[in-house]
């Protein structure tokens, strides 16, 4: 079995003074920056997933902006792969698929922004191409989300999302339990 790091989308637009700023996204950005560190020192590939708008009405993750830069606690360094997406799923219109194919990859470390959509979306998809995954539950981050005039503040999100994928989609588990098992 060989394992990859995929970081998703921990981009300058998700912290404070960014255009779509998130609940906890230093501190996710902190234990995702601990687990890069991880797969560096045990040269295991990494994987950085980069959003770019394609939406001509878009508000954040706009091509050339700061936004839309990887943030400094996990830029990637020489000969890591970045994967460039314009849909919440990192499969979609990517070569991520055949890239993880040809390097052997059978599981995946999954940590990033944001929980309720391109986390949940790529965890579910990379589980449906066959992928073991772990998704390392606070190096991600969420915000707070309204349906029906009703408020669910991010905290209730990030629990309701991450307790759906855990056991069939993924093993959801912390950056302390990842670094001493691992």
Same mark, same amino acid.
């Given at each position: ?12 637009? &998700? ?17 995702? #920056? ?5 797969? $560096?020192?045990?040269?295991? !590939? ?8 394609? $939406?001509?009405?878009?508000?954040? *993750? ?13 830029? !990637?360094?020489?000969?890591? #792969? ?5 849909? !919440?799923?990192? *499969? $979609? ?5 055949? &890239? ?28 449906? *191409? ?45 950056? #302390?339990? &990842?670094?001493?098992?691992?």
């Amino acid at each position: 079995m060989k394992k990859a790091l995929l970081i998703i989308d921990i981009q300058n637009d &998700y912290f404070e003074n960014g255009n779509m700023q998130l609940v906890n996204s230093e501190e996710a950005s902190e234990n995702a #920056k601990m687990i890069l560190e991880k797969f $560096r020192s045990d040269k295991l !590939p990494v994987i950085h997933v980069q959003h770019i708008a394609t $939406r001509p009405d878009a508000t954040f *993750f706009i091509k050339g902006t700061k936004g839309v830069e990887i943030h400094e606690n996990v830029k !990637p360094e020489i000969g890591e #792969k970045i994967i460039e997406k314009g849909f !919440p799923n990192s *499969f $979609r219109e990517t070569d991520l698929l055949k &890239y993880l194919q040809e390097e052997n990859i059978t599981e995946l470390v999954i940590l990033g922004m944001m929980t309720h959509m391109c986390i949940d979306a790529t965890t579910r998809a990379a589980k449906d *191409f066959g992928f073991n995954c772990t998704l390392i539950e606070d190096a991600c981050a969420t915000k707070d989300l309204e349906i029906n005039n009703r408020k669910i503040k991010s905290n209730d999100v990030q629990i309701a999302f991450l307790s759906a994928l855990n056991y069939f989609y993924a093993t959801v588990i912390n950056t #302390k339990n &990842y670094l001493q098992d691992n």
